[in-house]
């Protein structure tokens, strides 16, 4: 599916929530700008909430908050409390989406994505996860439950989106939140099942399939391949199916780059650690900053919203962040003719309309997702979803013992029971120490590469009978060389247990490595420009291939300047770089006219539904007819040479959208728009920016959406930014603040002393029992 195609849907389902409760949208959101002290007011107006100590919240200007607590409860319950003042309305949207209740907002119009939802049961291990927790988890997860449900009871203005798409302010519980790190665990695989789907059916479709796994051959990895944890330690001394994909796409897409770097090669003497997630560039943005202090926890750092744990930031011993590991967490087994099988029965409140009941089957294998009228699946046959997710793990409490680790021992012993999203987790120590940690439940599959997109019971058997964790997985502690970096790679070769099926392209993790080995000293100064480097090797490669096949050819009229630009091309993605607009507008008629005349049009779609590759595409050129793909390329040439001339460059058509998730609706949508920015940056760069193949004026959609860096020297060296800001209330001050700074390569100082933290940031919200 095209970018632009997804994003009419997008639009399509936005428009309808909206419409259906646009009553009163004329005065929503309001064109009164409310001040961070206005906004710290609601909280000043509540009622004394039910503290056991006294209790201070320090705030800086960009309302990012830091609690000072006497007890871990307390510590918890004003997190409860920040949390929903400051995102409940995102909370509240997120909670329906996991459930599977969009109808209740939208009406009808989205029946169908609900039944998928609960078919798919993103809560269906919450209850249970829950009352498995230790005491730990669970007096910490309660507490923070009850600060969001006083919250709730007693502020006196409520988020108006609520009120808009017409959400009860029902009480929020701990298996909600348990839901939404169940939501933000969607098999990262699952959105290139959905667009592989359709090719199932195709004569090439062997081909198809063969070509895509040549792509997975022998990734780039992190660190060494390890044979045992022995030896690892020896180095430690329907239409609606495209909506309903892109709903998950925001949570089930994700990258990122975590890269470490030893003291022995710090300039300040201490270990340094940089993390900046690439997820969806929404407003609000997934993360929330906070910092807390209590008798357990002492951290700053990035809380998932409506999730009570820092999930990358760094307490007095440690640092810590990472990337998703792309797990392969999930089977998509056939289970025709099946026996044990049960059935739920779901009621599907609709606004404006009655409800309707929904029934969906479940098998030995997990829900039958066949069922739903969304997916394209063959007549008469039945698949189900396996996946990890509907596991008993417990991964809050394990992120909550991360948070007060003291070294990579404490690291490894907290991951225990941590299933899901995998993680890389990459961190740095006070001592100086840095390390590559893998925190999954993964099956122990004895194959490299799925033999076809769904797979029969015994087969999915034999890979379920073990299940490896933390213990049994890879790590490495102190690399040779005093760097550890993760771009959601493959981690190391593990044969012949395969831990990922798709992983990205290799252009990130070969670049950052580059730049690391190409000097001795580094400073967060430094880190902080290789995370907005926006070099593409792959696509500077093709670029050089592209200009050497037409070198000393008659070129068409116009076409020159065209080839004298991509010659010069420095293989940067600036937003004022003429060879990368150019390059894309070649690489935009070339490719598919290449693959439509080696009649591989199907293998053309496949490519740019799940990704563009452009090592790909030079390989297929290098294989091809030279006669042929110099004749076409000669054509796209010439297509591109007005373009040489219309003073444009990468930023004029690659851009960001800085505006709340509903300003995406059409008409309705206009009073939710501030502004776009011109973004450097593609698919393939350190600073990553998913965009479309396209010459015409697109927004990116997905990628370096914050960043975050500590010097493990200075306790009070950490500096983070969001894509926006912390605000979710679109009137707010803080609603968008942060955007200039994360444009700019900016961040903000989040100290971990208390006394710097009242010097940085002076406002305070004091509470008493």
């Not at 030893?262 to 997934?286: K, M, V």
């Amino acid at each position: 599916m095209s970018f632009k195609s997804r994003s009419v849907r997008i639009l399509i389902l936005l428009t309808l929530i909206v419409a259906a409760g646009c009553v009163g949208l004329t005065s929503f959101p309001g064109t009164v700008v409310v001040s961070t002290q206005e906004r710290l007011g609601l909280l000043d107006s509540l009622p004394s909430p039910p503290f056991e100590q006294p209790v201070t919240i320090y705030w800086n200007e960009h309302q990012i908050p830091f609690i000072d607590a006497k007890t871990d409860r307390d510590a918890a319950l004003a997190m409860g409390l920040v949390h929903a003042h400051l995102r409940l309305g995102q909370m509240e949207m997120g909670k329906r989406i996991a459930t599977g209740r969009l109808s209740e907002m939208a009406g009808p119009f989205t029946t169908d994505i609900d039944a998928a939802l609960r078919a798919l049961g993103f809560g269906r291990s919450a209850q249970p996860i829950v009352d498995r927790m230790p005491p730990e988890g669970r007096q910490w997860l309660e507490a923070y439950v009850e600060g969001i449900n006083f919250y709730k009871s007693h502020v006196r203005v409520l988020p108006r989106e609520m009120g808009l798409l017409g959400m009860n302010n029902e009480p929020w519980t701990m298996e909600d939140s348990v839901q939404l790190g169940r939501l933000g665990a969607a098999d990262i695989n699952w959105t290139a099942l959905l667009k592989l789907l359709p090719f199932r059916g195709k004569k090439d479709w062997p081909q198809i399939w063969q070509r895509f796994a040549a792509t997975q051959k022998e990734k780039v990895t992190s660190f060494a391949s390890l044979s045992s944890p022995e030896h690892v330690t020896k180095l430690a001394s329907h239409p609606q199916a495209d909506l309903f994909s892109s709903l998950l796409e925001p949570f089930a897409r994700t990258g990122s780059n975590s890269m470490a770097v030893s003291a022995s090669r710090s300039r300040s003497g201490g270990a340094l650690l940089a993390n900046d997630p690439h997820l969806g560039f929404t407003l609000p943005n997934l993360w929330v900053l906070a910092g807390v202090k209590s008798p357990s926890y002492h951290a700053v750092g990035l809380m998932p919203v409506g999730i009570p744990v820092i999930a990358l930031g760094r307490n007095p011993e440690i640092a810590w962040g990472g990337t998703n590991m792309r797990q392969w967490s999930s089977d998509l087994v056939e289970v025709t003719g099946l026996e044990g099988m049960t059935t739920e029965t779901h009621t599907i409140k609709r606004r404006f309309l009655w409800d309707k009941t929904v029934t969906n089957r479940l098998s030995p294998y997990g829900p039958v997702i066949s069922d739903t009228s969304l997916f394209s699946f063959p007549e008469g046959r039945d698949f189900a979803i396996r996946w990890m997710g509907h596991q008993i793990s417990d991964d809050i409490t394990s992120m909550l013992r991360v948070m007060r680790a003291k070294g990579w021992q404490d690291i490894k012993a907290s991951l225990r029971d941590y299933a899901m999203p995998g993680q890389n987790l990459i961190f740095a120590d006070r001592d100086g120490a840095i390390g590559h940690i893998l925190g999954a439940w993964v099956p122990a599959r004895k194959t490299d590469f799925p033999k076809d997109i769904w797979m029969m019971p015994e087969e999915s058997d034999r890979a379920w009978q073990r299940i490896l964790t933390v213990e049994d997985l890879p790590f490495i502690i102190n690399p040779p060389d005093g760097v550890i970096a993760s771009s959601n790679n493959r981690p190391a070769r593990t044969p012949p247990t395969r831990l990922g099926w798709t992983f990205p392209r290799e252009d990130r993790i070969l670049r950052i490595y580059e730049r690391l080995a190409g000097q001795e000293k580094w400073s967060l100064a430094e880190l902080k420009r290789l995370q907005r480097d926006a070099y593409s090797l792959s696509n500077h490669r093709l670029s050089r291939a592209m200009v050497a096949l037409v070198k000393g050819q008659k070129l068409p009229t116009g076409a020159g300047p065209v080839v004298r630009h991509l010659s010069s091309w420095d293989g940067h993605y600036s937003v004022d770089s003429k060879g990368a607009y150019l390059h894309q507008a070649v690489v935009a008629e070339f490719a598919p006219k290449f693959y439509e005349t080696m009649d591989r049009s199907g293998e053309d779609q496949l490519w740019w539904a799940t990704t563009y590759l452009p090592e790909q595409l030079q390989k297929d050129m290098s294989e091809a007819d030279p006669t042929l793909v110099r004749r076409l390329l000669l054509r796209a040439l010439q297509k591109a040479s007005p373009l040489a001339r219309d003073g444009k460059t990468w930023g004029d058509i690659h851009r960001v959208n800085v505006e709340h998730l509903l300003g995406r609706v059409p008409y309705l949508g206009r009073s939710f728009r501030l502004y776009d920015l011109p973004i450097p940056g593609s698919v393939e760069t350190v600073f990553k920016s998913v965009g479309t193949m396209t010459v015409e004026k697109h927004p990116s959609s997905f990628g370096s959406q914050s960043r975050h860096l500590s010097d493990m020297s200075d306790p009070n060296a950490n500096y983070f930014v969001l894509f926006g800001g912390q605000d979710g209330a679109f009137h707010s001050t803080n609603f968008s603040d942060q955007v200039s700074l994360w444009a700019r390569g900016d961040l903000i100082q989040f100290p971990l002393e208390v006394e710097k933290v009242k010097e940085l940031f002076r406002r305070q919200t004091r509470f008493s029992p």
